[in-house]
């Protein structure tokens, strides 16, 4: 059974860049798509980014685009969120999470179904 762990979360200002890590054990996540979510608590989670199985197709939330980039490495079982810009409004705990067999790339998290325990990012002003 699949697991993966994200990590990489910290206190940050803005302005200021943050590179998470998403780590899959178990079995290869190399032939599904993955995302990136985000939630504050008491709200709702938001999509963040999504990647397809070979990296070929990616996008963003309109509220992380232009600013956050999706990247996986299928050799070392990951995937990766690189944040620029952070602002204090991105403060929230984000989760990877792998889409469900046969799913193609999406941004809604019905469609996942191996989430990870988050990794929590603080931005401030």
């Known amino acids: 059974q699949v697991q993966v762990v994200e990590s990489g979360g910290g206190l940050v200002q803005a302005g200021d860049s943050l590179r998470l890590s998403c780590k899959a054990s178990?079995?290869?996540?190399?032939?599904?798509?993955m995302a990136w979510f985000r939630q504050v608590p008491g709200q709702e989670r938001e999509f963040v980014a999504a990647?397809?199985?070979?990296?070929?197709?990616?996008y963003n939330g309109d509220s992380v685009k232009a600013r956050f980039t999706i990247s996986r490495d299928n050799a070392k079982n990951t995937v990766y969120l690189e944040m620029t810009s952070l602002k204090p409004e991105d403060t929230a705990d984000y989760y990877c999470?792998?889409?469900?067999?046969?799913?193609?790339?999406?941004?809604?998290?019905?469609?996942?179904?191996?989430w990870g325990q988050g990794t929590q990012v603080t931005v401030s002003s």
């Open positions: 999470a792998r889409a469900r067999p046969g799913v193609p790339i999406s941004s809604m998290a019905y469609y996942y179904d191996v």
């Open positions: 178990g079995r290869t996540i190399s032939s599904f798509p």
């Open positions: 990647i397809s199985w070979n990296g070929n197709q990616e």
